[in-house]
């Protein structure tokens, strides 16, 4: 059963296609075998042939033209999936009977990162509805609702894959918390104080671009994509975990239209206020000062990624989500973005 | 905040460790500033969590630290409804002094400020994470800017693990 993920596939890309990586390369064509509008209008049961890297490229080649906010609502009503709809019975199987301890141990570390990102992105995203336009506030709905039922995935998946005890949804995010390899809050965790800030003057653009910064652009275009490329990879290339691998897959589209919509917000702001990439670039030389205390991200070799191919990976989504923000790199950040750690986080 | 339930232990009932003093008198103060001028201890930098490059960025933060931080907690029995804030005045790289500031006075004297409850300090105290309370708004900024906060965060992580680790004998929460 887990085997149908790489059997009834296409061509199955080589993980090498964006890590190594690149860098300055916006590919014309998104995809090998599957195209822009197979994503868009896949089922759940779809994403099972469909390779991450293929959908990671879909979340960056939508950013070359960004719909409007009532835009990318309407596609999320298309592709709204059923997170109940998912059987997590060969990912029980696979978890307890297939993966090595290496493979389990690597698996849980990095998905409870994003366990608890999902779960963070979505308590502190009402604060950034407050002070939108009447349209965003519209698509910002839609993209509450899809971070909930990513945390409820996340959920089913601990609960029912990996057999944490079943409880509350804190108990379970609680229960995860333990597989964490880093100490303290993490950036998803830091998004409370950013939020705070916003509620107090909610329609200040200096406050709503520095959110947009680390949210949409940091912790949804960067850390997010590293976590799916590491895990969907590993899924793939093992034949293993088939609910997890349609599911996290069904969340990586989603996030396509979050990162489109946080991008073109950030575009539309320095378009109207040029001096706001100041507070772009301020908010990033902050996290990356923040990451740079990430050096223990251990390795990532047990899911068949190393370190390096990680780390070039984020420096790459970075690089990119800047360019379609339109601003140029200054410098002191573009050194400090190519010596960042691995950032495997998201939400 | 669920899930520690320890705070009980040191204190709140007297059962402190004998070298435990009252929660903000003198001899507890004095306590914490011995341990910061102590910290890291082996203890803290064996943990695997915290890498070294982690220790990097403190040891960066804390050299370059003028000024006070300070944790408000609210609600400590006998002492008001208000914030009592625990400051910790830092300059070269040390903390020169640990004191109590005024609510009044927070603004001028402090530079980053966070707050809580009495009820979750004492959870902290028993064990509950500080990277949940932070991100669960249970330690939200008093003084300072989101910005200010997150360019030093590990730094104050590890101050905030550092206070709830020295022994206290802390008053009973007074009941609801
Ligand atoms: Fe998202
Ligand atoms: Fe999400």
């Not at chain 1, 251990?298 to 390096?308: D, H, I, K």
Request: with cysteine; glycine share 10%; proline share 5%.
């Amino acid at each position: 059963m887990g085997q149908a993920i790489v059997g009834d596939g296409p061509t199955v890309p080589t993980l090498e296609r964006e890590g190594g990586c690149g860098m300055a390369a916006q590919p014309q064509q998104s995809v090998e075998g599957v195209g822009d509008e197979e994503i868009s209008q896949s089922d759940l049961e779809g994403f099972s042939k469909i390779h991450i890297d293929e959908v990671i490229e879909y979340v960056n080649s939508g950013l070359r033209a960004i719909p409007p906010p009532l835009d990318l609502y309407r596609r999320y009503l298309r592709q709204r999936w059923d997170v109940y709809e998912l059987d997590f019975t060969q990912d029980r199987i696979d978890w307890s009977e297939r993966m090595t301890d290496d493979e389990r141990d690597v698996f849980q570390r990095v998905a409870s990162g994003f366990h608890h990102g999902e779960r963070n992105v979505e308590a502190e995203l009402p604060t950034f509805m407050m002070g939108a336009d009447e349209e965003d506030k519209v698509f910002i709905s839609s993209h509450l609702e899809d971070e909930a039922r990513h945390t409820v995935f996340f959920d089913r998946f601990f609960t029912e894959a990996v057999g944490l005890d079943e409880g509350s949804l804190m108990d379970v995010l609680d229960a995860s918390y333990e597989f964490r390899s880093n100490a303290g809050p993490g950036v998803t965790g830091l998004l409370s104080y950013v939020s705070d800030e916003l509620v107090k003057d909610p329609y200040n653009p200096r406050n709503r671009v520095r959110y947009a910064t680390i949210y949409h652009l940091f912790i949804e275009g960067v850390g997010a994509l590293s976590t799916m490329k590491i895990t969907l990879g590993y899924c793939r290339r093992r034949g293993f975990l088939p609910a997890y691998y349609k599911g996290f897959t069904a969340t990586c589209r989603d996030e396509a239209r979050h990162v489109q919509y946080g991008m073109g917000f950030l575009q539309d702001s320095i378009r109207q206020a040029p001096a706001l990439a100041e507070d772009v670039y301020e908010m990033l030389r902050t996290i990356l000062d923040m990451n740079s205390a990430n050096g223990n991200q251990a390795s990532f070799e047990a899911l068949g990624l190393n370190t390096e191919e990680v780390r070039r990976f984020n420096i790459v989504q970075l690089t990119r989500k800047l360019a379609d923000v339109g601003i140029p790199l200054p410098s002191d950040l573009q050194d400090v973005i190519n010596r960042m750690y691995p950032e495997v986080t998201g939400g | 905040m669920t899930g520690a339930g320890g705070a009980a232990r040191r204190g709140a009932g007297g059962h402190a460790s004998p070298e435990a003093s009252d929660f903000l008198s003198e001899g507890w103060l004095e306590a914490l500033r011995v341990s910061l001028a102590a910290w890291p201890d082996d203890a803290a930098r064996s943990d695997p969590r915290k890498a070294e490059s982690y220790w990097r960025y403190v040891e960066r933060k804390r050299s370059a630290f003028e000024g006070a931080f300070a944790l408000g907690i609210r609600g400590v029995p006998g002492r008001g409804d208000g914030p009592v804030y625990v400051a910790l005045r830092f300059s070269g790289g040390t903390c020169a002094a640990v004191e109590l500031v005024e609510e009044e006075r927070v603004d001028d004297e402090v530079t980053l400020g966070l707050v809580c409850d009495y009820a979750d300090w004492l959870e902290i105290v028993g064990g509950y994470d500080v990277g949940k309370a932070m991100t669960y708004h249970r330690l939200p900024l008093a003084v300072g800017t989101a910005l200010d906060l997150l360019r030093i965060v590990y730094f104050v992580y590890e101050l905030l693990g550092v206070m709830a680790g020295v022994p206290a004998d802390y008053p009973s929460p007074v009941a609801a």
